[in-house]
C-alpha cells in the first residue's frame, strides 16, 4: 500500500470537502479532462466514486494542482486563487 502526502495530510482533516470533477476543474482553472486524466495516471488525487460518480478530495487536489507550474499559473490565473489576493503576487 503507498501512502501519498494526501492520505497523510487527510488523517488530521475531520471532515475534508469533496468535489465532482467539473467542480475541481472549475476550482483548479482547468478542463475536466485534466482532472480525469490525473485520476486514470495514478497521480495522487485521493477520489472515491458514489453512483458512478468520481469525488476529489479538495487537499490532495490542491496538491495536485502545484506540483507544475503550468498547473499552479492555471490554479492562480483562473481557478481559486483569482479571488485570494496572497497567491497573485
Known amino acids: ?3 501519498t502526502m494526501a492520505d497523510k495530510i ?3 482533516i475531520k471532515n475534508p470537502l469533496w468535489f465532482s470533477v467539473s467542480e ?3 476550482i483548479g482553472g482547468v478542463q475536466g479532462k485534466t482532472i480525469r486524466r490525473a ?3 495514478g497521480h495522487s488525487l485521493t477520489y472515491k466514486i458514489i453512483k458512478n460518480r468520481y469525488q476529489i ?3 490532495s487536489l490542491l496538491i495536485f494542482l502545484n506540483k507544475n507550474t503550468k498547473l499552479q499559473n492555471k ?3 483562473f481557478g481559486l486563487g483569482q ?3 496572497e497567491w497573485r503576487k
Do not use: F
Request: no cysteine; proline share 0%; aromatic share 4%.
Open 10 to 12: 487527510n488523517k488530521t
Open 83 to 85: 479571488y485570494i489576493e
Open 39 to 41: 485520476i486514470k495516471s
Open 75 to 77: 490554479l492562480k490565473d
Open 24 to 26: 475541481a476543474a472549475k
Open 57 to 59: 478530495e479538495m487537499t
Open 1 to 3: 500500500m503507498i501512502i
